[in-house]
Each structure stands twice: as structure tokens, then as C-alpha cells.
Nanobody, 123 residues
């Protein structure tokens, strides 16, 4: 099993920054692939950023150039640095993890999810 605990959310003014953390524990092989998703009220869940099979990061077009995904493997933590935030970024942010499938990290189909951390951006 895998446990994921998000932290770092909060309220910030437009143009501000936040850094989200996802502390992961449990089987390493079951959480080798990790990602951040978000869901705003009344909207579908959106993938924000993920670690690709190659180890690089992939971002949604809406956050490219503003968000940075990184991993602290020593601390088993996935980080999401969010800069130049705007009201469109307001959502509940979720950390997700899962094993590779057929040798590749999934795009959206993750097995484990955290409880989420709220990000609110006001103008």
C-alpha cells in the first residue's frame, strides 16, 4: 500500500507563490510514478504535472512556465512550486501515485491518491 499526504496549500494573492509537498510512504515500486492533479468546484479533475517514465516532468499547458515539479527522493517527497498564481489556479490539489504499467508511467490512471490541499488565489 501507499500513503500520500499533501501540505502547503493556502490562500495567496494573485501573482503570489506557493509550494505544495506530497509526502509518500509505503511500497516504493507502487509509487514510482507520481503526479499532481487539481479540481475546481464544478469542473473536471485536471492533471497539473506528472513525472514521466524518463524521469522528466510534463506540465499542463495552463501551468507551463509557472509551475515546477521536483522530487526529493531522500525524503520521499514530491514538490510542486507554483509561481505567478492567478484565480484560475484556485482548486483542491491532489497528489497521486502508482506503479508503471507496461513499462510506462500512467497519464491519468493512478492507483493512490492523497486527501488534497486547498489552494485559493484572490485578486
Amino acid at each position: 500500500q501507499v500513503q500520500l499526504v499533501e501540505s502547503g496549500g493556502g490562500s495567496v494573492l494573485s501573482g503570489g507563490s506557493l509550494r505544495l509537498s506530497c509526502a509518500a510512504s509505503g511500497s516504493t515500486s507502487l509509487r514510482v510514478c507520481m503526479a499532481w492533479f487539481r479540481q475546481a468546484p464544478g469542473k473536471d479533475r485536471e492533471r497539473v504535472a506528472r513525472i514521466r517514465s524518463s524521469g522528466g516532468a510534463e506540465y499542463a499547458d495552463s501551468v507551463k512556465g509557472r509551475f515546477t515539479l521536483s522530487q526529493d527522493n531522500a525524503k520521499n517527497t514530491l514538490l510542486l512550486q507554483m509561481d505567478s498564481l492567478n484565480s484560475e489556479d484556485t482548486a483542491m490539489y491532489y497528489c497521486a501515485a502508482g506503479p508503471k504499467k507496461y513499462g510506462y508511467c500512467p497519464v491519468n490512471d493512478y492507483n493512490y491518491w492523497g486527501q488534497g490541499t486547498q489552494v485559493t488565489v484572490s485578486s
